[in-house]
């Protein structure tokens, strides 16, 4: 029963709505974890300096995946093992990985020995605490996280060729269970450094998943010298990308430092706000780019353009339907989630309050957050490196620049206007909204100029995304107003004064506004509803995962 579980799992899945379905099935578990691992903070900590300083070391590691692990990324690597034999394949991702840990470990040992300095830089309120010593001691102990997440880069390349999604999905739920256990069981006993020790024990876990599939297919890394032959042209397509992730990374890493400076607890709610948004944005967005990237690259790879339409078009229509039902009911239930999230310990109402109306500002942002996600891996695809990298620039020089502006706009006006907008004008620290709203129009700017990019190599693309635009906004207001009908005459019946009556009201709330939803969906005879209902009564019936919904128009090519 065990062997036949496991082999359930590593099963490859090539239908591109099955892999996304399962894959957001699967990445469900991996954020409930992840919620999880956001409650036990705010339950220890709450909205203060404590989980400031966590967030904020945070930063750094990203920075450093961004600029040098990504040197290696999967993006390029896949389209380049996709068809390629065996032998060269393992020669490929042994060179890589030794590029990778040689001057990735040489990276991190410079800036660990800086790291009082560059801290002090970023976050002079911070550093200026008795906490100091354990903020420099956690981030040097997160710089192991760059290294095991960017080889898991590499070896999850061979996983995604092999479509082994269950496993891709699987990494970061082990991840968060890392982090969690640093949490409960090291942070008593070692501060801050202990819940490092436990993301860098995450970071393992997430690596090790992927080492059963790289054996198998007889592909597995050892250390071997670099050769300027094969690394080079790796390194420079990877180049683009690796940048672009550092653009990404600095302009968070400013936002950060900014919110550090409005008060106690800003860097926190900001946070514990993204990592909200995250969860729709990771089930929807992330689970059809990294089910249609393969099939993508695989198009191109072939010089089938209808087909690399096909699978885009396909991909992104889904993605702004569901990210517009999801934002509908965000923000009508934002005070319930949470609630249920983090409504705990030491996170006091007021926190709950600012952290559910960032919740619906960065909402707002879902749909372009989600298609920025499928729409690089397309330019990827199309070995068009460089324009994610330019479009990242212009979109985070926007948004630090309207971030600056909005911070030191007048508080009497707009600011004002748009914490009572959102219900938390007697609520301290609202300017974080600002550097929210800079962030999504950042992002709407970004996703503006892909789109353009596409039209040479995906022309029409454009058209074909007006009527999930329309549906999923009927869809949307039928389900908010349903949801919202929902929690009036539900709050006539019970108090909200516990855990369980929070999640009971949020649960059927929710329930009949995807109801309503659907039921909007239904009578305006929605192509990708329809398709997703085809695709789920597949998966639920275990009928053969060889059918796909969007077939290869030719023969898959030879695994490594």
């Given at each position: 029963?065990?062997?036949?579980?496991?082999?359930?799992i590593?099963?490859?899945v090539r239908?591109?709505h099955q892999?996304?379905?399962?894959?957001?099935?699967?990445?469900?578990?991996?954020?409930?974890?992840?919620?999880?691992?956001?409650?036990?903070?705010?339950?220890?900590?709450g909205?203060?300096?404590?989980?400031?300083?966590?967030?904020?070391?945070?930063?750094?590691?990203?920075?450093?995946f961004?600029l040098?692990?990504?040197?290696?990324s999967?993006?390029?690597i896949?389209?380049?093992?996709?068809?390629?034999?065996?032998e060269?394949?393992?020669?490929?991702?042994?060179?890589?990985?030794?590029?990778?840990?040689a001057?990735?470990?040489?990276?991190?040992?410079v800036?660990?020995f800086?790291?009082?300095?560059?801290?002090?830089?970023l976050?002079p309120?911070?550093m200026?605490?008795s906490?100091?010593?354990?903020?420099?001691?956690?981030?040097?102990i997160?710089?192991?996280?760059?290294?095991?997440?960017?080889?898991?880069?590499?070896?999850?390349s061979?996983?995604q060729?092999?479509?082994?999604?269950?496993?891709?999905?699987?990494?970061?739920?082990?991840y968060?269970?890392?982090?969690?256990?640093?949490?409960?069981v090291?942070?008593?006993?070692?501060g801050?450094?202990?819940?490092?020790i436990?993301?860098?024990?995450?970071?393992?876990?997430?690596?090790?998943?992927?080492i059963?599939?790289?054996?198998?297919?007889?592909?597995?890394?050892?250390?071997?010298?670099?050769?300027?032959?094969?690394?080079t042209p790796?390194?420079?397509?990877?180049?683009?990308r690796?940048?672009?992730?550092?653009?990404?990374?600095?302009?968070?890493?400013?936002?950060?430092?900014?919110?550090?400076?409005?008060?106690?607890?800003?860097?926190?709610?900001?946070?514990?706000?993204s990592?909200?948004?995250a969860?729709?944005?990771?089930i929807?967005?992330?689970?059809?780019?990294?089910?249609?990237?393969?099939?993508?690259?695989?198009?191109?790879?072939?010089?089938?353009?209808?087909?690399f339409?096909?699978?885009?078009?396909?991909?992104?229509?889904?993605?702004?339907?569901w990210?517009?039902v999801?934002?509908?009911?965000?923000?009508?239930?934002?005070?319930h989630?949470?609630?249920?999230?983090?409504?705990?310990?030491?996170?006091?109402?007021?926190?709950t309050?600012?952290?559910?109306?960032?919740?619906?500002?960065?909402?707002?942002?879902?749909v372009?957050?989600a298609?920025?996600l499928?729409?690089?891996?397309?330019l990827?695809?199309?070995?068009?490196?460089?324009?994610?990298?330019f479009?990242?620039?212009?979109?985070?020089?926007?948004?630090?620049?309207l971030?600056?502006?909005?911070?030191r706009?007048?508080?009497?006006?707009?600011?004002?206007?748009?914490?009572?907008?959102?219900?938390v004008?007697?609520?301290?620290g609202?300017?974080?909204?600002?550097?929210a709203?800079a962030?999504?129009?950042?992002?709407?700017?970004?996703?503006?100029?892909?789109l353009?990019?596409?039209?040479?190599?995906?022309?029409?693309?454009?058209?074909t995304?007006?009527r999930?635009c329309l549906?999923?906004?009927?869809?949307?207001?039928?389900g908010?107003?349903?949801?919202?009908?929902a929690?009036?005459?539900?709050?006539g019946?019970?108090?909200?004064?516990?855990?369980?009556?929070?999640?009971?009201?949020?649960v059927?709330?929710?329930?009949?506004?995807?109801?309503?939803?659907?039921?909007?969906?239904?009578f305006?005879?929605?192509?990708?509803?329809?398709?997703?209902?085809?695709?789920l009564?597949k998966?639920?019936?275990?009928?053969?995962?060889?059918?796909?919904?969007?077939?290869?128009?030719?023969?898959?090519?030879?695994?490594?």
């Open positions: 029963m065990v062997r036949r579980l496991l082999e359930r590593a099963a490859p239908g591109l892999a996304a379905y399962l894959l957001a099935a699967l990445t469900l578990a991996s954020q409930a974890l992840a919620l999880l691992r956001d409650r036990t903070f705010a339950h220890s900590f909205a203060g300096h404590t989980l400031d300083l966590y967030y904020a070391a945070f930063r750094v590691p990203d920075l450093v961004a040098v692990s990504s040197l290696v999967a993006y390029v896949i389209p380049r093992i996709t068809g390629m034999d065996r060269k394949t393992r020669q490929l991702l042994s060179e890589s990985a030794s590029f990778l840990f001057a990735g470990g040489f990276i991190c040992v800036l660990a800086f790291m009082p300095q560059f801290l002090t830089f976050y309120t911070l200026s605490s906490q100091s010593g354990a903020f420099i001691l956690l981030a040097r997160l710089l192991l996280q760059p290294i095991l997440l960017g080889l898991s880069g590499i070896l999850a061979v996983t060729v092999h479509r082994r999604f269950v496993l891709f999905a699987l990494s970061p739920v082990l968060n269970l890392g982090i969690i256990f640093g949490t409960v090291l942070y008593p006993h070692y801050l450094p202990g819940i490092g436990g993301v860098v024990i995450g970071a393992f876990a997430y690596l090790a998943v992927h059963p599939v790289v054996r198998g297919a007889g592909v597995a890394p050892s250390w071997r010298f670099p050769t300027r032959a094969l690394m790796i390194v420079q397509n990877s180049i683009p690796s940048l672009a992730l550092g653009i990404n990374s600095i302009t968070m890493l400013v936002l950060v430092a900014m919110a550090s400076r409005l008060g106690t607890g800003e860097v926190s709610v900001f946070t514990f706000a990592n909200l948004e969860v729709p944005l990771v929807i967005g992330s689970s059809y780019a990294i089910a249609a990237f393969p099939a993508l690259s695989e198009a191109l790879a072939q010089k089938n353009h209808n087909e339409m096909k699978v885009l078009s396909a991909s992104a229509r889904h993605i702004i339907l990210s517009i999801a934002l509908g009911l965000i923000a009508v239930l934002r005070a989630i949470v609630r249920i999230v983090l409504g705990t310990g030491a996170f006091d109402w007021n926190a309050r600012l952290t559910a109306a960032l919740l619906v500002v960065l909402s707002i942002g879902l372009v957050d298609l920025e499928l729409f690089s891996r397309a990827y695809a199309a070995r068009q490196s460089w324009r994610p990298l479009y990242q620039v212009a979109g985070g020089i926007l948004t630090i620049g971030a600056y502006l909005f911070l706009m007048p508080p009497q006006g707009f600011p004002t206007a748009m914490a009572d907008f959102l219900k004008g007697d609520v301290r609202t300017a974080i909204l600002l550097l709203l962030n999504i129009l950042g992002q709407f700017f970004l996703v503006f100029l892909s353009i990019a596409l039209r040479s190599i995906a022309p029409g693309l454009g058209r995304l007006v999930p549906d999923g906004s009927i869809a949307a207001i039928a908010g107003v349903a949801a919202y009908i929690l009036v005459f539900l709050g019946i019970a108090p909200l004064t516990s855990l369980f009556s929070v999640f009971t009201q949020g059927v709330a929710g329930t009949v506004g995807l109801i309503a939803s659907a039921g909007a969906l239904y305006t005879e929605n192509e990708e509803f329809r398709i997703v209902v085809q695709s009564s998966l639920l019936h275990k009928r053969d995962t060889q059918t796909a919904v969007l077939e290869p128009s030719a023969e898959e090519p030879v695994q490594p």
